[in-house]
């Protein structure tokens, strides 16, 4: 009888060490790669970047030169950034495979936006008012799209 009643609780025991092990598996399948999560983090705050300057662009009157000077700078600075953390084809987040495939493109856009963002950043450094950053603002968030468009996975 006790024999058997520690069989049993070998079995249940057994059970439950499968069951984490499973349980751990699939909580790994899905790791938060950190070049994945360094490149997200980045773009994430070039999107924080991206609403004070259109803020500004959408209401002409709340343009403040000083805040607008910071955001462009942050970009230009930041804009050589993300692109080191696309090392490895394994690990896409959202990035389309043509980040890989296409090396040359999503390179040519990643050069594109260091130099428009470059460009945002020497007239906001004199801009009194938006229309001295217009179109330089318009084109930083044309190649936000470009590239999106190309070598992002569309969600949302
Ligand atoms: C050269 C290409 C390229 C440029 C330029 C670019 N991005 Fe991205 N962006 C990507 C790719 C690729 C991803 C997907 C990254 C991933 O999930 O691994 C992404 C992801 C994002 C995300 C989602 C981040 C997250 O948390 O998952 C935001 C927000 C974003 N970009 C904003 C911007 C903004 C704003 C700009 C312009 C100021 C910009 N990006 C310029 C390629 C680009």
Redesign the pocket.
């Known amino acids: 009888m006790a024999q058997i009643s520690n069989q049993k609780s070998l079995k249940s025991i057994f059970g439950i060490t499968l069951m984490a092990a499973i349980l751990g598996l699939t909580a790994c399948s899905k790791p938060v790669d950190p070049e994945?999560k360094a490149?997200?983090?980045i773009?994430?705050n070039?999107?924080d970047?991206?609403k004070v300057m259109g803020g500004m662009a959408k209401e002409p009157d709340t343009f403040d030169a000083e805040v607008f000077k910071e955001q462009a700078a942050f970009?230009a600075e930041e804009?050589k950034s993300?692109?080191g953390?696309?090392e490895n084809p394994e690990?896409?987040?959202?990035?389309?495979e043509a980040?890989w495939s296409d090396a040359d493109g999503?390179?040519a856009?990643?050069d594109?936006?260091q130099k428009v963002?470059a460009e945002l950043n020497t007239v906001a450094q004199t801009a009194t008012s938006i229309d001295g950053v217009m179109p330089e603002f318009g084109n930083?968030?044309d190649?936000?799209?470009?590239?999106?468009t190309?070598?992002?996975?569309e969600?949302d």
């Open positions: 994945v490149r997200q983090d773009m994430k070039f999107g970047a991206m970009l804009s993300p692109w953390h696309f690990t896409m987040g959202n990035a389309k980040v999503f390179s856009e990643a594109n936006f963002t930083v968030g190649s936000c799209e470009s590239c999106h190309d070598f992002k996975v969600k």
